[in-house]
């Protein structure tokens, strides 16, 4: 069983940034699909983010390029979220997820077997 902790959450104002951390209980990185999902009140469920076992990065949801960085960190275990050019519509609670071998879409939530408990990002106009 693994379990991932998100931390770095918080209150910004529209064109903050914030940066999100995932820690695992054990050592996946390199070896699991990874992926930030985000849900927005009354919401689904959305994939921002996955970062494959080779480092590959693919951003899901087409309002975060360019301004969102996911990158994961072997040495301090860490999956990274960089929000830049924070926008009222990106608040959320921020989710990390995790999955070895995974199959289908990485894009989708059911691609995921690992999930933290969310860490909430509220951006004010």
């Known amino acids: 069983q693994v379990h991932l902790v998100e931390s770095g959450g918080g209150s910004v104002q529209a064109g903050g940034s914030l940066r999100l951390s995932c820690a ?8 699991y699909d990874m992926a930030w999902f985000r849900q927005a009140p ?19 949801a087409d309002s975060v390029k360019g ?8 040495a301090k275990k860490l999956l990274n979220l960089q929000l830049n050019s924070l926008k009222p519509e990106d608040t959320a ?3 990390c997820a995790a999955a070895f071998g ?20 509220t951006v004010s106009s």
């Open 93 to 95: 609670i921020y989710y």
């Open 42 to 60: 009354g919401k689904d469920r959305e994939a921002v983010a996955v970062i494959y076992p080779g480092g590959q990065t693919v951003y899901c």
């Open 67 to 74: 301004r969102f960085t996911a990158s994961q960190d072997n």
């Open 102 to 121: 995974a199959t289908g879409s990485r894009c989708r939530s059911p691609s995921y077997t690992y999930w933290g408990q969310g860490t909430q990002v």
């Open 24 to 31: 695992a209980s054990e050592d996946i990185y390199g070896r």
